[in-house]
């Protein structure tokens, strides 16, 4: 089986990139399905408001559960105090069995960790190059598994693919994902000194092709037994017998949007030009 573990869907509504005006599977989908891809997880476009975006996203998976797996995206600053009501949602009414944070929104918070760790959820954090962080995050949550995607960064910022590396060998809850890492290198070097179990297949579609993404990880010629972790197994082990059993009988959202308020925050960081590009490597290790 091979499980893409990075992909959005679904409507934006910010219309100033493509990452925030829509997230189309129709060409994705074509293109994973010559590539051989089983399954994928799928999370929001960005959004302004992540009840209706994670939504969306659990009509999609609720049409095709057996190809689909939902990660509830939550902004860690607007969402500031509904968190948990988001995650439950997606859990109990739509069957998600992940969540996802993205550093363009601001900071990670103790209330996501707090929220994940007993919702037994991984939650993959895009930490736009500031991989300092991570450290905080496993030691103050060992008990929370943390994928960090793009090996530390979407543009290619060398610093924090290597110091990523590093906290992948030292913390056992850490991982990472391969999509967009451009650097291969990087890539082999992380199997190498971390393991195979520490790496998962992903291509930050429908953006990006799946099918190129996949070829990375069939280049990187590992051992059947490591390849098949790299490609289905880490995601499986990750997400927990809560998703595990979504592929032995997979569970239909929710048709119907529930209302969950949304409380009132003082000040929201301006967003940046691009949602890659704030602070990629002033604070590596």
Known sequence: ????????????????????????????????????????????????????????????????????????????????????????????????????????????????CDVARDFDLPVLYDVMGKVSVVEMLATAFPDVRFIIPHLGSFVDDWRANLGLIDHLVRHPNVHTDSSAVQRFDFL?????????????????GPWIHPGVELAKIRELRLAPADEALVLSGNLLRLIGERGRARVRKPVAAAPHLPVIPRPRVTAIPPRPVTPWMRTQSTQLL
């Not at 997230?23 to 302004?48: E, N, Q």
């Open 1 to 112: 089986m091979i499980i893409d573990c990075h992909c959005h869907a679904g409507p934006g509504d910010g219309l100033t990139a493509p990452w925030d005006t829509t997230a189309s599977l129709d060409k994705y989908l074509a293109r994973a399905s010559r590539a051989g891809i089983d399954r994928t997880v799928l999370f929001a476009a960005f959004h302004s408001d992540y009840a209706v975006a994670n939504h969306e996203v659990a009509r999609v998976v609720g049409a095709r559960p057996d190809r689909f797996f939902g990660f509830c995206f939550v902004n860690s600053v607007a969402d500031r105090g509904r968190i948990r009501a988001l995650v439950r949602t997606s859990v109990e009414q739509y069957g998600f069995v992940g969540i996802k944070v993205h550093r363009f929104h601001g900071d990670i918070t103790r209330e996501v």
């Open 188 to 204: 082999e070097q992380a199997v190498q000194r971390a393991g195979a179990h520490k790496l998962l297949f992903g291509s930050d």
